[in-house]
């Protein structure tokens, strides 16, 4: 069925997708005015879209019930991480991780993921480590600190039919 998700990340307090929208934007001063603009119209768009429409087919919801499998789906979508559940039960799965992904994130998470009733999800993802591009990201000591790293996303249930949206491809 179709399902809305957000997401938001952020690093020592700064949202990621913005930052990396701002580097963006300082990258093109070199183009000519009316099309900088443009440019930056597109990129302040994309950046500010953090809701996105998916279309999970019914072995993908069946996941949302396996703690395993739905830590090996985590683990698809943040290259070079690994995550172990701690405790599941019922309709929550507190889990820890360990990231190892030189060009992103690597350091210690812990996160919990719960399910209200069938139709809503909501994931917070929390831990401390170095951050790849720290630099770009305007942030404090670079890439060799230690920074707050932060994830958090909320799915909700629309209806049976995707319409125009299609399920993912793995």
Not at 82 to 91: L, N
Not at 153 to 162: E, V
């Amino acid at each position: 069925g179709l399902w809305m998700s957000e997401s938001i990340t952020l690093v020592d307090g700064k949202d990621v997708a913005e930052a990396v929208m701002l580097a963006q934007v300082e990258g093109l001063q070199k183009l000519p005015p009316e099309q900088r603009a443009l440019v930056e119209q597109a990129l302040r768009q994309r950046a500010q879209q953090k809701t996105r429409p998916e279309c999970l087919t019914p072995d993908e919801v069946a996941l949302i019930t396996r703690p395993q499998a739905l830590l090996a789906r985590l683990e698809e979508s943040m290259p070079g991480c690994r995550f172990q559940p701690v405790m599941a039960g019922g309709s929550r799965l507190s889990f820890t991780g360990q990231c190892t992904n030189p060009d992103g994130f690597s350091g210690d998470l812990q996160g919990q993921w719960t399910l209200s009733g069938d139709r809503a999800t909501h994931m917070v993802l929390r831990g401390k480590g170095r951050v790849a591009g720290a630099e770009t990201l305007g942030l404090k000591g670079g890439a060799q600190a230690l920074h707050e790293f932060q994830t958090e996303s909320r799915s909700t249930w629309q209806a049976a039919n995707c319409g125009a949206v299609k399920p993912r491809t793995p």
